[in-house]
Structure formats: structure tokens, C-alpha cells
């Protein structure tokens, strides 16, 4: 059985479990997605979008 989660989701549960056992700040987390906001808009945003689909593919393959 395959089950497909969108990477956002799964993202959101790792910073949901940082800030709820980890003891990581809100304002830290929201502070790092700020970042990675800002970040899309730059000249990286290919490499690290190709990067991140390189990786999911890597984990998924069968």
C-alpha cells in the first residue's frame, strides 16, 4: 500500500515535534521559515528545489 504525503506536511510534523518535544521556540521556528520564504525568491531556489526532489527520489525508490 503507497501512501502519498505532500513534503510540507511532513515538514510541518518535524516542527511540530521540535517545538513540542524538543523545546526548539516558536518564534525560532517561524524565524527559520521566514528565512526559507525569502530564501525561494533567490537564484538558489532551483538548486535547492532540484536538490530536494533528488533526495525524495533517492528515499523512494524501490
Known amino acids: 500500500m503507497n501512501v502519498t ?3 510540507v506536511v ?3 510534523a ?8 524538543l523545546g526548539i ?3 525560532v521556528a517561524a524565524l527559520i521559515a521566514l528565512f526559507g520564504f ?6 538558489l531556489a ?6 530536494t526532489r533528488s533526495g525524495v527520489n ?3 525508490q524501490k
Do not use: E, H, M, N
Open 10 to 12: 511532513v515538514l510541518g
Open 5 to 7: 504525503l505532500p513534503l
Open 25 to 27: 521556540r516558536l518564534w
Open 46 to 51: 532551483p538548486v535547492i528545489d532540484q536538490t
Open 14 to 21: 518535524g516542527v511540530w515535534t521540535a517545538v513540542k518535544f
Open 58 to 60: 533517492a528515499v523512494t
Open 38 to 43: 525569502y530564501l525561494s525568491g533567490t537564484f
